[in-house]
Structure formats: C-alpha cells, structure tokens
C-alpha cells in the first residue's frame, strides 16, 4: 500500500509542479498584454491630441472641383498645397513667409502622384492685396495666410487648391531632437 501511496503523491506533485508553470506562463501573458495595451493607449492618445491642437482651418473654400469630401468620394484628383515657414525655432514668432511652396496633386483614377515645387521669389500679383503688388510668391502667405497663396496658385498656375499642410521650422528643430513621434506635431498644420 504504501507503493501505491508514493506513485500517488509522485503524480500529484508533479501535476502541481505542471499547473504552478501554467499559472506563471499565463500570468507573464496577461502582465504582457495590459503592458502592450497600455503603451498603444498611451501612443494614440498623444497622437489624437497632436492632431487636435495641429488642426486649423485656414479659411480655404471648396476649390472648383468640389469641397474635399466630395473629390475623394467621386475619386477626382485632389490638390494639397505644402508650405514650409521660417517662424518657430531660434525666438523667431512672426508668422513669416512661406520658403518652401509645394502642390501635391494625388490623382486617384491614374494612381499617380505629381509634386510641383514653386520658386519663391517669383513675382506675382496678389489677389487681396493689390497695394503690396507686384509681390514675391512667398509673400502670398504672409500678408493674407494660406487662401491667398492657394489663390495666386488658382490665378497662374490653374491649380485649384483642396487642402493644405504647413510646417514651420520650430516643428522641424522638435521633431530632429526628439524623434518623429505622435506627442510633438504641435508645429504641424493640416487643413484637411
């Protein structure tokens, strides 16, 4: 009897021994996952947040082929003027003048991206601004924002303007010195 007794303590001991594994492998799992939910959370609630405060309307209408929603629904091809400023790093706060002029036009039928870069010191005339006529391009932006750019672009260019994004070098300098994460777009305007 005592034979029988010993097999039976040996097997529940190691099952025991089995079930304590289980219970570690399991509990190293679930302390894994909460982590990893945690840390998306934290990712996407940063990102929401720069989104939300690097979202400003910039004044735009819907350009002649239709407001935004209604290009990308219809699949036309659609417009997106790329600004680069000199505003936001070395003390630099006046809102300046655009140095970098890009169109990205993004034609969904064809598949195709174009992307146009525009000499900035081309001489134009401005729209709203008469008085400050004959400009350089750059100064569309300054003196009357991104409408009056996107209208210089619509009046010697033919480009109808649906959507912009302008960066300025504060948010160049964040992004060089700490990384291309969601947390520091705050230098980053999209109207989309």
Avoid: C
Wanted: hydrophobic share 40%; glycine share 8%.
């Amino acid at each position: 009897m005592k034979i029988v007794s010993n097999d039976l303590n040996t097997r529940v001991s190691k099952r025991k021994k089995k079930n304590k594994f289980w219970k570690i492998f399991w509990t190293v799992i679930a302390v894994i996952v909460v982590g990893l939910g945690g840390v998306v959370a934290y990712e996407y609630n940063n990102l929401k947040n720069a989104a939300n405060t690097a979202y400003r309307s910039g004044g735009l209408s819907d350009a002649e082929n239709g407001s935004k929603s209604s290009v990308l629904n219809n699949s036309k091809p659609i417009a997106i003027l790329l600004m680069g400023t000199d505003t936001g790093a070395l003390g630099r706060t006046y809102k300046g003048r655009t140095d970098s002029i890009m169109v990205a036009v993004l034609n969904p039928k064809t598949k195709k991206t174009t992307l146009v870069s525009f000499e900035r010191d081309m001489q134009v005339n401005l729209p709203d601004y008469p008085e400050y006529s004959p400009s350089k391009l750059n100064a569309a932006y300054a003196y009357g924002n991104a409408k009056e750019l996107a209208k210089v672009s619509k009046k010697y260019f033919n480009i109808p303007i649906n959507a912009y994004v302008l960066i300025n070098m504060g948010g160049l300098e964040d992004h060089y010195q700490q990384g291309w994460r969601g947390r520091h777009y705050a230098n980053l305007i999209l109207h989309l």
